[in-house]
């Protein structure tokens, strides 16, 4: 039997020689002997271990991991062999906590096993597999041979010098079309006739890609190249596992080929030429990589590609994740391709003014901060000078020298009073110091994280080209992320929102669903009451509060006479979609009206509301049974939420699954609503010819840049395509849609705040 040892954080009770089967037996060992110790940084570790004593060692968790290798997600390689002899795995002490874990565990209980048992084959990666073509006829050859093949579909990808196709080149492109080897070919070997063979195999094949998106892009920019049918083995893990991370291909090849990390190597390669070179990660260049390096590496990623493919195919044969697949995420993902080319629209003047403008609003916030008699009390009994950016001197200053109290108690992760803007903004009550030091910080912000970044990335159309992304969320809401995060930007300060505008001749159009998760919800809860409070028209919130509380007054005066109650019937119209309990509905109205609102108010509160609208209830509760008999739900277009969480022992993490299936069935639907109406739109657009630009998704917005004479066209368009039918309507009252449009996307308000 092989010598074993198993290495966990700490000591704890876990059997480990019954969670893994008795199939083996193996040393013991901890990182930390000291019990005392909670979080266990590497100083905390007294391990002591021959490592070479040892033909397996068993690595429990993520501390374990990173301590014997350069490895962070201990997830993303549970069950896999490291390094020779290193068998990372997750920690079988949490599925009590975290069920939805337990898939992982079992089938890295599986791998282990058989690893030490010998019945796990190292998988040799060669040319045999993976290999480069550099000769154009073998090229052309190579891609006729593929066009030939039976098989219906072939996986390709590109490597490129860049994230965005006019920031970058293709420096060559991987094919795999039988599953049994993967080519590499470099694009200097293109002809005319290798253009002609590529479009005519994309034309014939259904062409796999891992994240379709990026591919295509380039793709389309460099070679024009069509792809009338394409597959997108990233996406297919999504209809499978929607929770953020682990979509990547990297992290797939390694739970589901046996071909592992195969881009070490290369990646080993990059490290030692920056180190010899003096290259920052940020600045090294992939056109650096060696042909010969970079073969096995891109070859791989087509092989891999396929066998994926293959493996998650199956998937579409649950009716409503196909119809998820093919009716939004592809259309979504041929619609995304179009708006992130067609880029976000910046005032180039307008964005060098706003920073010259920030810059001189921050030197007065800071020159008033060291006027303050405080600080310079505070720098006398220092003995220096104060620095706002130094965390240690403002809890000093803060709650040593003024004395502030922080009624939440926030901590840091190091266990120290959290001095962040939610504090600042606490502590402001109590003293003009913490609002002058969150008025610097928020103007520094603006200056540094978005005016002074986004110049450099403009491209020469004045334009930037950011990304928006379809399966980095659990609800299915879009995210964005690259050199601009579209859904980030400042909205207590017009100034970035202001500098995105429309050129001459045009307009900002800005389409934004109202009280749609609300709407999605009376339809789903069929409360007819509540589709009676969209049919009456009107201002929605006080028509809730007239309805629920009885008011003796007019909708239209309710938010004057009634403000209170109007705020209460706001926080438990929305609360109460994310599953919230009378403590948070306590909590916002407090934070909305000003003044203290009693749990035991808010829970009469919700009591009302449910008393007017009871078959909401009903349907709340039916559903939260469907959740905790089943561990997943399913939204009206077909989303599945899985939710193994609900059978957690804590009673915390149980309840939070709950309150997420809950948002989930009214958030993924308004979501998807607002999505399939901007790929109709974006679809009509491109069949009518017509020059007006969508450029991004936010939350529940659509923005596009709009030509004057198309603006009322496009308005009523796009309107028609979000209220279309899709099975979730109210006779009568459509989902509303409010439109907003001026030449920037502040709506006017960056030049009546700055008068420029």
């Not at 709407?519 to 201002?539: C, M, Q």
Request: with cysteine; charged share 25%.
């Amino acid at each position: 039997m092989a010598n074993v040892a198993l290495v966990e954080t700490r000591t704890s009770k876990t059997n480990f020689k019954r969670e893994f089967d008795d199939a083996f037996t193996f040393d013991r060992y901890q990182l930390c002997s000291d019990p005392s110790v909670k979080k266990v940084l590497k100083r905390n570790c007294d391990i002591e271990i021959d490592i070479d004593a040892y033909e397996w060692i068993i690595l429990v968790g993520s501390d374990a991991l990173k301590y014997f290798t350069k490895i962070n997600s201990v997830t993303e390689y549970s069950g896999k062999l490291v390094e020779d002899k290193f068998l990372p795995v997750i920690n079988p002490g949490m599925l009590a906590f975290k069920p939805e874990a337990k898939p992982v565990w079992d089938t890295s209980k599986e791998s282990i096993i058989n690893y030490i048992s010998g019945l796990v084959q190292d998988v040799i990666i060669d040319e045999s597999v993976a290999y480069g073509i550099q000769d154009t006829e073998e090229c052309n050859e190579f891609i006729r041979q593929a066009i030939a093949h039976p098989t219906p579909y072939v996986a390709l990808d590109s490597e490129t010098t860049g994230l965005y196709p006019r920031n970058g080149y293709m420096l060559g492109i991987s094919l795999s079309y039988d599953g049994v080897c993967g080519a590499y070919i470099d694009t200097t070997c293109f002809d005319s006739d290798t253009e002609v063979l590529l479009q005519e195999l994309f034309d014939k094949k259904t062409i796999v890609f891992h994240n379709a998106k990026f591919d295509i892009a380039f793709f389309e920019y460099h070679f024009n190249f069509k792809f009338p049918n394409f597959e997108d083995t990233m996406l297919l893990h999504y209809l499978i596992d929607e929770n953020p991370g682990g979509h990547g291909l990297k992290a797939l090849s390694i739970k589901y080929t046996p071909y592992g990390d195969y881009e070490k190597p290369m990646y080993a390669w990059i490290d030692t030429y920056r180190k010899e070179h003096g290259i920052l990660k940020s600045d090294f260049q992939w056109g650096a990589i060696p042909f010969d390096i970079m073969k096995l590496y891109a070859g791989m990623d087509a092989l891999c590609t396929f066998l994926i493919y293959e493996k998650f195919v199956k998937i579409k044969k649950n009716a409503k994740l196909k119809s998820v697949y093919d009716n939004i995420l592809i259309p979504g993902t041929r619609m995304l391709i179009d708006i992130q080319d067609n880029g976000v629209p910046f005032d180039l003047p307008r964005l060098t003014m706003a920073q010259d403008i920030m810059q001189e609003h921050i030197d007065t916030a800071i020159t008033t901060l060291y006027k303050n008699d405080k600080i310079s009390r505070f720098e006398e009994i220092q003995g220096k000078e104060f620095n706002p950016n130094s965390p240690l001197q403002l809890r000093k200053l803060l709650f040593d020298y003024l004395g502030l109290q922080s009624v939440s108690g926030k901590k840091t992760g190091t266990g120290q009073l959290s001095t962040d803007a939610e504090v600042l903004k606490e502590l402001s009550d109590q003293s003009d110091v913490p609002a002058l030091i969150l008025d610097i910080r928020q103007k520094s912000k603006i200056k540094n994280t978005y005016l002074d970044k986004i110049i450099p990335q403009l491209d020469r159309d004045s334009r930037l080209r950011t990304g928006f992304n379809l399966h980095t969320t659990t609800s299915g809401r879009l995210s964005s992320s690259g050199k601009l995060n579209m859904q980030q930007l400042p909205r207590d300060n017009p100034v970035v929102k202001g500098c995105i505008r429309a050129a001459p001749g045009h307009m900002i159009v800005a389409m934004d669903l109202t009280t749609a998760e609300v709407y999605v919800a009376a339809i789903l809860a069929k409360d007819s009451a509540l589709k009676e409070v969209f049919k009456s028209g009107g201002n929605f919130h006080s028509t809730i509060a007239k309805r629920v509380f009885g008011l003796p007054c007019e909708v239209e005066d309710v938010a004057e006479l009634f403000t209170e109650k109007r705020q209460a019937a706001k926080a438990v119209t929305f609360g109460i979609m994310y599953g919230a309990g009378a403590g948070k509905i306590s909590e916002q109205v407090t934070k909305d009206s000003g003044k203290y609102f009693s749990k035991q108010e808010a829970a009469e509160v919700i009591s009302e509301y449910y008393k007017a609208f009871h078959k909401l209830k009903t349907w709340l509760e039916d559903s939260q049974k469907t959740i905790e008999a089943n561990g997943f739900i399913y939204s009206f277009f077909g989303r599945k939420r899985r939710l193994a969480n609900v059978a957690s022992k804590d009673r915390g993490i149980a309840s939070g699954a709950i309150r997420s299936g809950l948002n989930f069935l009214v958030q993924s639907v308004a979501s998807d609503i607002n999505l399939l109406g901007c790929i109709d739109m974006n679809a009509y657009i491109k069949t009518k010819g017509m020059k007006s630009r969508i450029f991004a998704l936010v939350h529940d917005s659509v923005l596009a840049e709009v030509p004057d004479d198309e603006v009322e066209h496009y308005s009523e368009k796009l309107q028609e395509f979000i209220q279309m039918d899709r099975g979730l309507s109210i006779p009568g009252a459509p989902i509303g849609c409010d439109f907003e449009i001026a030449e920037d996307y502040s709506m006017g308000k960056f030049e009546k705040q700055y008068g420029v």
